[in-house]
């Protein structure tokens, strides 16, 4: 009778084993997925953060700025004659 209950409990710690390795291998397959479309994910900001900057640098430059200030603002560069230097003595 002790023979069974060891053989018993044996044959149930084996089992339980069994399924502890097919619940960790399950759990490491579902985190590794994860893990792949986070960084695919991280790319694909990663390459949106880049042409932001890129769009944020061309808006930024002082030819379109000018651009800008002549066709929308109406403005223009004084002439050569219409410059006052103020000195601060």
Not at 28 to 55: M, P, S, T, V
Not at 60 to 76: N, P, Q, S, W
């Amino acid at each position: 009778m002790k023979r069974v209950f060891i053989v018993l409990a044996l044959g149930v710690a084996v089992l339980s084993s069994a399924l502890g390795v097919v619940y960790s291998r399950h759990q490491h397959r579902e985190l590794f997925i994860e893990l792949q479309a986070l960084r695919a994910e991280r790319d694909r900001l990663n390459i949106e953060w880049g042409k932001l900057q890129l769009e944020q640098s061309t808006w930024g430059t002082h030819v379109r700025i000018e651009r800008v200030a002549r066709k929308r603002l109406h403005m223009a560069a004084p002439e050569f004659r219409d410059i006052v230097v103020v000195k601060n003595d």
